[in-house]
């Protein structure tokens, strides 16, 4: 099994794939947005620009009114969103819902079209949380403004994400077999019964079909392979053979040993 590249060379090859991963990011973008619901769309670049034009302008002494006026949505803009600076930049972000904390950190990010690439970037890596999780973690520091499908599309053309093996999670205990019809699958079982022999008889041979639960049971003298394939001959000649004949005990139970046995007896018995 190959080593799983380490966290820096994961890093290389998002950087090298860079454009290759935005561009393909964008065409599942756009397919999902031909078919999806219109309410799932990332904010558009204008729409995002008027939100922030109509709350910087309300900040600098605007009447919402006037902004009314120019704009039916001024109310609701004003309400929900709010403007930070960071680093001289001026950025629309969504407005505490408690009101209180007026930290950088308590505010959501906008998010729009032109830069949702780069935001679930920033927390897709380097853990690479793919779907659900993806979207949680996108939800606490961009709100609703980064749908879903944007979290799938991204994972989806990840060339990290691509490139992981698909590891299945261990499961506990045993998976059973599960056999339908008669004659797919059967099984032999050797019991040994020395301590409580039968006269010659010290073994006891078991067959079950896993399809109808239909089991055969014969004593023999000695655990060899002999003793086995005759067991088998005469019950098989009566029920016929399974497709799949399955043991766990050993070489004595092996197909070649058991085909080789059961080819002679029954030359033998020609």
Do not use: W
């Amino acid at each position: 099994m190959s080593t799983p590249p380490s966290q820096e060379e994961e890093a290389a090859v998002m950087s090298v794939q860079a454009d290759e991963h935005r561009r393909l990011f964008y065409i599942e973008i756009d397919r999902a947005l031909e078919k999806g619901d219109h309410t799932s769309k990332p904010i558009s670049v204008d729409s995002y620009n008027t939100k922030l034009d109509i709350v910087k302008r309300y900040k600098n002494g605007i009447r919402k009114s006037e902004l009314k006026r120019e704009n039916p949505q001024a109310y609701a803009i004003i309400k929900k969103f709010d403007i930070i600076s960071v680093s001289s930049r001026d950025l629309l972000v969504i407005k505490p819902t408690d009101g209180l904390d007026h930290s950088i950190a308590a505010h959501k990010r906008v998010s729009n079209y032109a830069t949702i690439f780069d935001d679930i970037r920033a927390a897709h890596i380097p853990a690479h949380e793919k779907r659900i999780t993806l979207y949680n973690k996108c939800k606490i520091a961009y709100g609703d403004s980064i749908p879903l499908h944007a979290c799938v599309a991204f994972t989806l053309t990840c060339p990290v994400c691509l490139n992981r093996e698909n590891r299945r999670k261990p499961k506990a205990g045993s998976t059973p077999i599960v056999t339908k019809g008669y004659g797919n699958r059967g099984q032999i079982d050797l019991i040994d019964m020395q301590s409580m022999p039968d006269g010659s008889f010290k073994f006891i041979c078991h067959y079950s079909d896993h399809g109808i639960k239909f089991g055969a049971a014969g004593a023999l003298i000695q655990k060899t392979c002999r003793a086995v394939a005759l067991f088998l001959f005469d019950l098989f000649t009566l029920i016929g053979p399974p497709k799949t004949l399955q043991s766990d005990n050993g070489r004595e139970f092996s197909n070649v040993a058991l085909e080789g046995k059961a080819q002679k007896v029954y030359l033998d018995e020609e």
